[in-house]
């Protein structure tokens, strides 16, 4: 699972929670360097490696966040996706995470999800959008927003071991979530609601299309 300045926490560690849990399962959290991660909103979380010289892993995970936005145009981390695409047995992301595949190039031709707000921007990387909780084509697995990344990790649980174990690691952490509120989804959320996060995050929005943008006009 990839580690990065700003990235929501919940996108990694509701995923990791799931994966972890995994019988003969190692979780190793890759990072620029082996410092302490500051996350969007102040956990710091420590890296078990650099993900430059990582060996193939057979599963990669790349969640989302407002920390996506700067590394959209690393070229290096891109490679580091592509490569570890190549041999990998599933590519995978949790929210906006979604983005960084699709900038590696590798969502083109494939159907995926990530955090509504950002859902609009798959197609730029020549993506399907899919407004699913999580979606899977072939070997990419994406997961929605934030909590999906508990979602996409059960799925992915069974995929590899079964429905029967990811059903036990389902209980185990007693995922049955009753919200209080019928505003998780934009579908559903009053309409001041949704407008009310979307202008909290216009100006970060406009700059992760810049920088999307950006990108492209690079490589064309």
């Given at each position: 699972?990839l580690?990065?300045e700003n ?5 990694l ?5 799931v994966?972890?849990r995994?019988?003969g399962?190692?979780v190793?959290l890759l990072?620029s360097?082996l410092?302490p991660?500051r996350?969007?909103?102040g956990?710091?979380?420590?890296p ?11 599963v990669?995970?790349?969640p ?6 700067a590394l ?13 695409a190549?041999?990998?047995r599933?590519v995978?992301s949790?929210?906006?995470g979604?983005?960084?595949?699709g900038?590696?190039?590798?969502l083109r031709?494939y159907r ?10 798959l ?9 699913d ?5 072939r070997n990419?697995?994406t997961g929605a927003g934030v909590t999906a990344?508990?979602d996409?990790a059960l ?12 059903q036990?690691?389902?209980l185990?952490i007693e995922?049955?979530p009753h919200?209080p509120f019928?505003?998780g989804?934009?579908r559903?959320?009053?309409?001041n ?8 995050g216009e100006?970060s ?14 490589r064309t």
């Amino acid at each position: 699972m990839l580690l990065f300045e700003n990235a929501t926490q919940l996108d990694l560690t509701g995923a990791y929670e799931v994966l972890a849990r995994m019988p003969g399962t190692h979780v190793s959290l890759l990072a620029s360097t082996l410092e302490p991660v500051r996350t969007e909103w102040g956990l710091t979380i420590t890296p078990d490696l650099a993900w430059s010289g990582a060996p193939v892993f057979d599963v990669i995970c790349v969640p989302g966040g407002w920390g996506v936005n700067a590394l959209l145009g690393d070229e290096a981390l891109l490679e580091f996706l592509r490569v570890q695409a190549e041999s990998t047995r599933y590519v995978t992301s949790v929210c906006t995470g979604a983005l960084l595949l699709g900038a590696a190039g590798l969502l083109r031709g494939y159907r995926a999800t990530t955090h509504w707000m950002s859902l609009d921007l798959l197609p730029l990387f020549g993506a399907t959008p899919v407004a699913d909780r999580v979606v899977r084509d072939r070997n990419r697995i994406t997961g929605a927003g934030v909590t999906a990344g508990i979602d996409f990790a059960l799925v992915l649980a069974a995929e590899l071991f079964g429905d029967s174990e990811a059903q036990r690691i389902q209980l185990a952490i007693e995922y049955d979530p009753h919200p209080p509120f019928d505003s998780g989804s934009a579908r559903t959320a009053p309409a001041n609601i949704r407008d009310d996060v979307l202008r909290a995050g216009e100006s970060s929005l406009a700059q992760r299309r810049a920088a999307i943008e950006q990108t492209i006009r690079r490589r064309t």
